[in-house]
């Protein structure tokens, strides 16, 4: 599985959002997309899972163009956790995550085998039955991976992943990620946690892909300064590492 943008401008009401974008994310790679806020990265994300147009340029997956996709083809190659996430839906979690496999035929006792995989690795075991709604904001997040997980796509699209999220959680969804061993492309906001799990990255700014490779040779204090408008200096800090036992 390969991601691969060429040139892709994105216009909405008339105005360019996105500017000329290139990005790759290849087989298996774990790829963060980060910048200040408005820069456009949610709209590139869009555009990539076929919400928006690019106005230029080209997507492709598994070097087909995704807006020459059928939606089923489509959704059999791309889950999406997006940044907006319904709060209010009128139906149990088991519900929502299998909603995943609406690209597939479905096979109930499989299907529920599956859901309730995904509700395990996300940390909701046994929750198929709460009613979604009634979930915290950190729950509801885990609850729709769970559903990217049961479309088992071999690319995954995340905007801001972790935003809702108390610290260990954040862990374990950043470690589940890139444990998968899916093609993953992952706005962040934090640059420490974006460099500790990604294998590249991209910085964004003004609506142009600025930067992007490995993220030490990537994040340099210049870039950081010259993007974000503040000084970024390296020294010790308290440092958070996942325990490995539920406490
Ligand atoms: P980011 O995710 O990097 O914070 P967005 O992609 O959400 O940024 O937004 C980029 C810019 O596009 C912002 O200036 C935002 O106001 C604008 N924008 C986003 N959605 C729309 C829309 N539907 N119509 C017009 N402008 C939009
Ligand atoms: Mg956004």
């Not at 928006?52 to 059928?70: E, Q």
């Not at 939606?71 to 995943?100: C, H, Y």
Request: glycine fraction near 8%.
């Amino acid at each position: 599985m390969r991601l691969d943008l060429r040139g892709v401008s994105v216009r909405l009401d008339g105005r360019p959002i996105v500017h000329e974008a290139d990005l790759l994310v290849g087989d298996g790679e774990f790829v963060a997309l980060v910048g200040p806020n408005g820069c456009g990265k949610s709209t590139l994300l869009r555009t990539i899972y076929r919400a928006l147009r690019p106005s230029a340029g080209l997507i492709r997956v598994d070097g087909d163009d995704v807006h020459g996709l059928s939606w089923r083809e489509s959704a059999r190659r791309t889950a999406v956790v997006a940044q907006e996430t319904p709060s209010e839906l009128d139906f149990t979690v088991g519900e929502v995550v299998l909603m995943g496999r609406t690209p597939y035929e479905r096979v109930a006792a499989a299907d529920a085998e599956r859901c309730a995989r995904a509700l395990d690795r996300v940390g909701l075991a046994g929750a198929e039955e709460r009613v979604y709604a009634t979930l915290s904001g950190g729950e509801k997040q885990r609850a729709l991976i769970a559903r990217a997980l049961v479309q088992e796509t071999r690319l995954l699209l995340l905007d801001e992943p972790t935003s809702h999220l108390d610290i260990r959680h954040q862990l374990e969804v950043l470690h589940l990620v890139r444990e998968l061993g899916v093609a993953t492309l992952a706005v962040l906001h934090d640059l420490n946690q974006a460099a500790a799990f990604c294998d590249r990255l991209y910085v964004m700014s003004a609506g142009r892909v600025l930067a992007g490779g490995p993220p030490g040779q990537v994040l340099t204090p210049e870039l950081i300064s010259e993007v974000y408008g503040v000084r970024a200096v390296r020294r010790s800090q308290l440092v958070f590492e996942r325990l490995k036992e539920e406490q």
